[in-house]
């Protein structure tokens, strides 16, 4: 298989392998839909049982995106359409960022005054929303920042937030889904000053992979065709992408191997692991560094979230089986071991200085949400999103406790993936308890599982107006959505 850009030899990957979960699945008092009994032409199935994903044959090496970096401050990040050879023979209509599918890593710096001069080249309205990015509301990216057909815009900002692994993509009321699925995803890296002292795997693509997981559906003709597919209550496809490629398999030495991990899909949740059963260690949440290495045998992440990993390949040879698999064994990634062991040094003990504090545990609730329904029954706070409507305000710099609730249904409700814009926040409690050791680190996406309460303590550095939604972009689109408004 060859992957063809127009643009770019290059393409980033969309990771999401997860969305709103169903704990059950036919039509209730509220009108939702039986997804038991959904048109299985269409591939369409139960988010309790979702349609399996194939096996990765590791026939195809994975593709990297490029890396584009700031010049005299500016960066060029065009949206647009175009074919790319995702199977032999045949070409993809797709969408892209400065290429014909998926994106660049954009690459900046702490402390760095930026512009991302941004462009519109689709024959559709979109937007460009910075995910995970602090950034002033005017350049967020959300649904009122539509850019039309041939239209340009410089958004600028000062980056001022820590090492993290963050995400682009369009944000536009009623097409968010659609172009997120036809290709417009890339990477954000932000490097600061501790990131480089800490010696971790950081050589692009020798020990340091971006990984963008996302499942598709392919006609026969192998286009996408979202709306013969569409589904109310989170869109999944029986076909696995990572960083684009189809039957992925990734090179790597005897060493340890780095792995930010995207879950770019438009609703299915991800849960990671080695087929060895060995362990890995996880470095990273959404926003930055966790405090300390933590060992783990899986991790899952839902639409939205991202992590970052570290495999220790020093353990095996080359004629070792060793891959990422999901919960039910599904190779997702195979990984060839080729080159010679290598002498890499211990990552460093202390990775950050993360800590949510006794004022902030003390903090009284200040803004309760509640999460409710499914398909397109769904609400916050009772409410559907009206761009006109401003649900909360709250100040700038100020610290406040956002309590979320996951209201289940008489079927049992789903998981919402929850993701506030313009912000990281801190997970204060899960139903009452600490959060587990692997979200004690910054997060602007947390997982909220049917009749479970978080709190979060949220803190906005930019005045403007951010979205806080489900990042199961359907239900998002169907409008389980609101507006917090910062001065």
Sequence with gaps: MRLKFLAAPFLIGSIILGGCSASNSHKNEHGMMDHSTMNMENDHASHTNPIALNNSTG?????????????????????????????????????????????????????????????????????????????PGDGDGGPHQILKQGQSVDVNFTVNQGASTLWFHPHPEGATAEQVYKGLAGLIYIEDDNSLKLNLPNDYGKNDFPLVFQDRHFTEEKQFDYNAVQNADGTIGNTLLVNG??????????????????????????????????????????????????????????????????????????????????????????????????????????????????????LPVTKQLELFGMGKMVTINNQQFDMHRIDFTQKLGETEIWEVYNKPDTMGGMIHPFHIHGTQFKVVSIDGEEPAASLQGWKDTISIEPNQTVKLAVKFNNKGIYMFHCHLLEHEENGMMGQVEVN
């Design 245 to 362: 490629t189809f039957n992925p398999k990734l090179t790597v030495g005897r060493e340890r191997i780095r792995l930010r991990l995207l879950n770019s899909s438009n609703a299915r949740n991800y849960t990671f692991k080695l087929n060895t059963g060995d362990a890995f260690q996880q470095i990273a949440t959404d926003g930055g560094f966790l405090n300390k290495s933590i060992e783990l045998n899986e991790i899952t992440l839902t639409p939205g979230e991202r992590a970052e990993i570290i495999i220790d390949f020093s353990k095996f040879d080359a004629e070792s089986d060793v891959a990422l698999v999901n919960e039910e064994n599904i190779r997702l990634l195979p990984f060839k071991i080729e080159h010679p062991k290598s002498s890499s040094t211990a990552i460093a003990e202390v990775l950050n200085d993360y800590v949510v504090t006794e004022e902030e545990k003390s």
């Design 59 to 135: 026939q195809n090496e994975i593709a990297l995106p490029s890396i584009i970096e700031p010049q005299n401050g500016l960066v060029n990040i065009t949206a647009q359409q175009g074919e790319t050879e995702i199977f032999d023979g045949f070409q993809t209509m797709t969408y892209g960022y400065n290429g014909s599918f998926l994106g660049p890593v954009i690459k900046i710096k702490s402390g760095e005054n930026v512009t991302f001069r941004t462009k519109n080249d689709l024959l559709e309205p979109t937007t460009f929303h910075w995910h995970g990015l602090d950034i």
